[in-house]
């Protein structure tokens, strides 16, 4: 595994991978000051065929996005055991466990097919508790809460459209949307709370259909040629 500060590479670099990131791409525009903090708190790690990124049954708050190559997921630490999913290019992951603050139900490596993985992440750390803005402000933290919600309410909506049948179909449903004052602490709250409850559902669904590391981020991959320019 060798870290790489983001101070190594063009700015122009760092800001084209972000792009294809919602929450990343909105701070940008937003808030310079609060992208700056983020990156602050950024990496990017490049990792060996068959180094481990996660092992499941441990707790980290970090939240990653695959760059290049792929990764393997296994269900516990015995990589010897069957491959149960893999993550590709332009995949968020990891944000999960971060969200509802638990251990890594999952290991993670990189595939022994690929010669290079590069993973982008951040520290969730900088945003401490809900409502201590002295790192990661107000506006920022909304974004991002926004931002799950409503990734974790298609991917919810996706799994009722395969799996009707299901208990869990309408479950998220029930999960009321906030109508109140946008912008402030009330909707801070209320997003974040709905964002725990539907990734605890998503978990859910992910454990009954085998598919442990469907997370909240969506997948739009970074081109080749930029991903080729961080060496």
């Known amino acids: 595994m060798e870290v790489k500060p983001l101070a190594r590479f063009p700015r122009a670099t760092i800001e084209a991978l972000l792009a294809p990131i919602p929450f990343y791409k909105t ?23 068959g180094e481990v990124v996660l092992r499941r049954g441990e707790k980290d708050p970090w939240l990653y996005f695959l760059l290049k190559g792929q990764l393997a997921v296994f269900a516990n630490d015995n990589q010897g055991q069957q491959i149960i999913n893999y993550i590709t290019p332009g995949e968020v992951f990891g944000d999960i466990a971060a969200l509802v603050e638990q251990e890594r139900s999952a290991t993670v490596i990189a595939d022994h097919n690929c010669k290079q993985v590069l993973v982008f992440g951040t520290d969730f750390k900088a945003f401490g508790a809900l ?42 449903r029930s ?11 009330e909707e801070l709250r209320a997003v974040h709370a709905q964002a725990r409850e539907l990734a605890c559902l998503l978990l859910k669904w992910n454990q009954e259909f ?18 080729d320019k961080v060496r």
Request: proline share 5%; net charge positive; glycine share 8%.
């Open 210 to 227: 085998g598919a442990p590391f469907m997370g909240a981020g969506g997948k739009s991959a970074p081109l080749p040629e930029l991903v």
């Open 27 to 49: 701070v940008k525009t937003e808030d310079a000051q609060q992208f700056e903090m983020l990156l602050r708190h950024s990496q990017i790690v490049e990792f060996k065929p």
């Open 131 to 172: 409502e201590n803005f002295g790192v990661i402000n107000l506006q920022t933290k909304l974004t991002y809460f926004r931002n799950c919600t409503h990734s974790l309410r298609w991917k919810l909506e996706v799994y009722r459209m395969r799996y009707p049948e299901s208990a869990l179909a309408s479950k998220h």
């Open 175 to 185: 999960v009321k949307l906030y109508t109140g004052a946008k912008g402030g602490i």
